[in-house]
């Protein structure tokens, strides 16, 4: 079995559109608990340093300004096969190849505005979850 955890962001096109509580219901019944949260803006200057692995992509500008636009809901989230799993739950990360009843397919509108990030792997889980959380805001 793999890691127990790994580490979502809620964007902040699903931010806008009132979407953090539907998510949170598919996150739950999907059988994750949550371990950390918090409700906050990036700047891009920290937005830049989350996705920095892209920085020499086409799309790290649009990304990062785009990720930092607004508020965003971060957390780490605890089940058994939590990477793969949650990956499975939000879906392809360009919406339109996503299956029906993934997070994105419901929810995000294009490639960039896809509503939830999740992490690749356990290493970066734990690297983003401690990008975001302190241990004493972790349980
Ligand atoms: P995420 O899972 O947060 O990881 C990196 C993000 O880069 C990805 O979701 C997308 O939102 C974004 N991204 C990936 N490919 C493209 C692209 N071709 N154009 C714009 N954004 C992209």
Known sequence: MSGKITFTMIKPDAVEANNIGPILSMINKAGFKIQAMKYMQLSKEQAGKFYEVHKDRPFYG????????????????????????????????DPSKAEEGTIRKTFATSIAANAVHGSDSDE?????ANFFFSQLERL
Do not use: F
């Open 62 to 93: 649009e990304l990062t300004q785009y990720m930092s636009n607004g508020p965003i809901v971060a957390a780490v989230l605890s089940k058994d096969d939590a990477v793969a799993d949650y990956r499975k739950l939000i879906g392809a990360t």
């Open 124 to 128: 970066n889980a734990q690297i983003e």
